[in-house]
């Protein structure tokens, strides 16, 4: 079974406060006289589902291009987190979460389709220090939430941010998970090739 838990960039994906706009638009048509039709795709690299890496936080850190494909690729738990504001330890605590592998987080944000309402909540739900905390002491590979940040919203030390990713655990954010059930799975969500860029829109699959 396939699932495709990427968000759609154009009607989707919610827009972060304060981000640049999405937009993709045609520079030449064929209806327009055109020999084809040519669009242009301005956004944040932090728009829709996306990974980021150690330099979005730590300066100096590694980029994107700084991985291999192998971090991209890799075994995945989907946690299914009850309703509430937040993810806590205790809602991972019986989950075998095993050293490298990357942990994705079922909220609210999936179930009330608030990750693809292509527009901002307030009252989305985010992972709490100690939930990261206790990810970090697992061992985790990459850590994925199924809304636009890991992050309480309003929060300007982004710690949640700035612990993984100082960990070298990637952050990927973003994810619809509204269709998958908890369990195993593998993750495919490898970046564009941009080089040295702190994050990079991702088209991620679970397999399983």
Same mark, same amino acid.
């Given at each position: ?22 937009? =993709? ?13 040519? &669009?242009?795709? *301005?956004? *944040? ?14 300066? $100096? $850190? ?15 738990? +989907? +946690?299914?987190?009850?309703? $509430? ?11 075998? +979460? %095993? ?6 987080? !079922?909220?609210?944000? &999936? =179930? %009330?389709?608030?990750?693809? *309402? $292509? ?14 905390? !206790? ?21 300007? *030390?982004?710690?949640?941010? !700035?612990? @993984? ?14 269709? +998958? ?11 564009? &090739? @941009? ?7 991702? %088209? ?5």
């Amino acid at each position: 079974m396939i699932h495709d838990i990427t968000v759609r960039l154009a009607d989707q994906a919610p827009p972060y406060p304060g981000d640049p706009p999405f937009e =993709r638009r045609f520079t030449r048509t064929i209806a327009g006289g055109g020999a084809c039709n040519f &669009s242009v795709l *301005s956004m *944040s690299l932090h728009r829709g589902t996306h990974v980021d890496a150690p330099l979005h936080f730590i300066d $100096g $850190g590694r980029a994107v291009g700084d991985y291999g494909l192998e971090r991209f690729l890799l075994p995945a738990l +989907v +946690v299914e987190v009850p309703p $509430g504001p937040a993810v806590r330890p205790e809602h991972f605590a019986a989950a075998d +979460v %095993r050293p490298g592998q990357a942990v994705l987080f !079922k909220t609210d944000n &999936s =179930r %009330r389709g608030w990750v693809r *309402s $292509g527009a901002f909540t307030e009252d989305f739900v985010h992972l709490t220090l100690p939930a990261g905390q !206790k990810l970090l002491e697992l061992r985790a590979g990459l850590v994925g939430i199924d809304y636009a940040t890991v992050e309480r919203r309003g929060d300007p *030390s982004h710690p949640l941010h !700035k612990l @993984l990713l100082g960990a070298d655990i990637l952050i990927l954010e973003c994810v619809d998970l509204g269709a +998958v059930p908890p369990g195993r799975y593998t993750l495919h969500c490898p970046p564009l &090739s @941009l080089g040295p860029a702190e994050a990079s829109p991702v %088209r991620a699959v679970l397999i399983g």
